[in-house]
C-alpha cells in the first residue's frame, strides 16, 4: 500500500544540521509533490515547504528561506529535509506527505495524504 | 499569523451533531482539505476537495464550503473523534500552503 517511512528521531546542538529522509512506497514516486510539515511539541501544524516530481524545484515557506534544503532521489524514492543552524525553537516533529490535487468547478483542491509517521528532532545544548 | 482562522475548541455532546469552521480568503479559490490528529500520533486526512472522504473514513464526516469559509462537519460525534482538526489550503502567493491554527474537539 502507499506509504511513507521516515528516518530515526535525532538530538542536535545549537547550531547545527539535520537531514531527515522520507522513502515513499507503493505508487510511482515521480508522480506526485512532496511536502514537509513540522510540529512543535503543544502547538500546531507548520507548513515548510514543498519539492516537485522530479526534484528540480522547491518551495519553501518564507520563515525557513535560508535554512531549508529539500531534495530528491529520483533511484531510491527517496525525500530528504536538511534544516541547518538549528535553535532551540526547531525542536519538533517533523513530517512528509504527499500532495495530490485537482480541479472541481471554479475552485482547486489540494490534499496531504499519506503522511511519514514523523520524526522527532531535539535541539538541545 | 495564520492566513486560516480556526476556533481552538469545540466541544459537542456524543451522538450529536458539530461544525468546525475555517475561515480566510483564499478559501474562496481552493477547496480546504481537513486533517485529524490524535496524541502521538500523525495527522491523517478526512476530508478533501468539495467534500470527498478517503476510503476507511466514517460517513459521518462532510466537509462543506461557502465564499471564504470552509466547514467540517461530523453528524453523531463518537468517543473516538476527539482530536484536533486542522484546515489546509495552498496560500495567496500560490507558492505556499498554510494550515490553520487547528481546533481542538471534546466529546462529552
Known amino acids: 500500500q502507499v506509504q511513507l517511512v521516515q528516518s530515526g528521531a535525532e538530538v542536535k546542538k545549537p547550531g547545527a544540521s539535520v537531514k531527515v529522509s522520507c522513502k515513499a512506497f507503493g505508487y510511482t514516486f515521480t508522480s506526485n509533490w512532496m511536502h514537509w510539515v513540522r510540529q512543535a511539541p503543544g502547538h500546531g501544524l507548520e507548513w515548510m515547504g514543498v519539492?516537485?516530481?522530479?526534484?528540480?524545484?522547491?518551495h519553501y515557506a518564507q520563515k525557513f528561506q535560508g535554512r531549508v534544503t529539500m531534495t530528491r532521489d529520483t533511484s531510491t524514492s527517496t525525500d530528504f529535509l536538511e534544516l541547518s543552524s538549528l535553535r532551540s525553537e526547531d525542536t519538533a516533529v517533523y513530517y512528509c506527505?504527499?500532495?495530490?490535487?485537482?480541479?472541481?468547478?471554479?475552485?482547486?483542491?489540494?490534499?496531504?495524504?499519506?503522511w511519514g509517521q514523523g520524526t522527532l528532532v531535539t535541539v538541545s545544548s | 499569523s495564520s492566513e486560516l482562522t480556526q476556533d481552538p475548541a469545540v466541544s459537542v455532546a456524543l451522538g450529536q451533531t458539530v461544525r468546525i469552521t475555517c475561515q480566510g480568503d483564499?478559501?474562496?479559490?481552493?477547496?480546504a482539505s481537513w486533517y485529524q490528529q490524535k496524541p502521538g500520533q500523525a495527522p491523517v486526512l478526512v476530508i478533501y476537495?468539495?467534500?470527498i472522504r478517503p476510503s476507511g473514513i466514517p460517513d459521518r464526516f462532510s466537509g462543506s464550503t461557502s465564499g471564504n469559509t470552509a466547514s467540517l462537519t461530523i453528524t453523531g460525534a463518537q468517543a473516538e473523534d476527539e482530536a484536533d482538526y486542522y484546515c489546509n489550503c495552498r496560500g495567496s502567493s500560490g507558492n505556499n500552503w498554510v494550515f490553520g491554527g487547528g481546533t481542538k474537539l471534546t466529546v462529552l
Open positions: 476537495t468539495k467534500n
Open positions: 519539492i516537485n516530481p522530479t526534484g528540480t524545484g522547491a
Open positions: 506527505a504527499r500532495d495530490s490535487s485537482m480541479v472541481e468547478g471554479d475552485r482547486s483542491g489540494w490534499w496531504f495524504d499519506p
Open positions: 483564499s478559501l474562496r479559490s481552493c477547496y
